[in-house]
């Protein structure tokens, strides 16, 4: 079994060496540490405009997968096993205080693998978990996208939003964002998981009312699935938007999984939100 925290590596220099971390913050009023998982074709730049909306009790840390932004030259993950494997060795020097994970689309696959892959080698267990946008693992719908040409996976990110016609006519640009996406959807449409005993901590479901991915209709049933994956409560907010709802919902959103790790760190702005049994 691997130790919870590596010998002899100080937990502040392993966290600013990891190629795989980035951090905006990290005060000595910090208590708690959120750690966020990208989406597919996403970077860890997606969740730095969080950090200003941070209280100083909370440390925000985005995970980067390789072949993108700044890591454009190293090579990519072979399928999810060996990205959880990374993603692990690089988040365990930051397991000296509690901490929540957060996982938008594939990141939320990711997150569940995480906390399985971080309990597996001794590790404390996240006091929450944010699945957004994705069903639960083993009940997500997967297809063949990443075997389709630029122009099927170009209509795809259309369909789901979020990345913008300028962007996708810059034929640089265009190069850089299908390379990353279909690297990525070749890892969540090959990813099977395995079966798990379920985590002991609650599970948070946030979604676009209007996801094609996950909308309010399927969070009804057993909140996307991820309501089988947990002892303890789940509970689902649904934000007005599509399937990047957490753009132009960014306050309310950060509102609200803050005020679930710690009422005390929010003022408002968060509805309650519905347990599912």
């Given amino acids: 079994m691997t130790a919870p925290f590596p010998p ?21 009023a910090s208590r708690l540490t959120l750690i966020c998982l990208p989406h597919a074709g996403g970077s860890a730049g997606f969740y730095r405009p969080w ?3 941070m209280p100083p009790e909370v440390e925000l840390v985005a995970i980067q997968y390789p072949g993108r932004e700044d890591r454009l030259g190293d090579p990519g993950s072979v399928d999810m096993g060996e990205l959880v494997t990374a993603v692990a060795d690089a988040v365990q020097p930051l397991l000296d205080r509690p901490y929540a994970l957060f996982g938008h689309s594939m990141g939320s696959a990711v997150a569940w693998e995480l906390a399985h892959e971080l309990g597996r080698r001794g590790g404390p ?18 297809g063949q996208l990443h075997r389709q040409d630029d122009d099927v996976l170009c209509a795809e990110l259309g369909r789901l939003g ?4 300028e962007i996708l006519d810059d034929s ?8 990353a996406v279909r690297h990525d959807y070749r890892i969540i449409e090959t990813y099977r998981p395995e079966g798990r005993p379920p985590l002991s901590c609650p ?9 094609p991915e996950l909308g309010s209709e399927r969070c009804r049933v057993r909140a996307g699935g991820w309501a089988d994956l947990t002892t303890a ?3 689902v907010r649904a934000f007005p938007g599509d399937h990047f709802y957490l753009t ?6 950060v509102a609200a999984v803050l005020r679930r790790l710690d009422p005390s760190l929010t003022t408002g702005g968060a509805r309650a939100w519905p347990s599912t049994p």
């Fill in 248 to 253: 132009p919902r960014r306050r309310e959103v």
């Fill in 172 to 179: 640089g640009l265009r190069s850089l964002i299908l390379t």
């Fill in 8 to 28: 002899n590596v100080p937990a502040r220099s392993a966290r600013a060496d990891s190629p795989w971390i980035r951090r905006w913050s990290d005060g000595p």
């Fill in 125 to 142: 267990g996240p006091r929450r978990l944010f699945a957004s946008g994705r069903a639960a693992p083993g009940t997500a719908v997967t």
């Fill in 51 to 53: 950090a200003a909306l």
């Fill in 162 to 165: 979020g990345t913008s016609r």
């Fill in 233 to 235: 409560r789940t509970e």
């Fill in 203 to 211: 599970i948070h479901v946030l979604t676009g009312n209007a996801d």
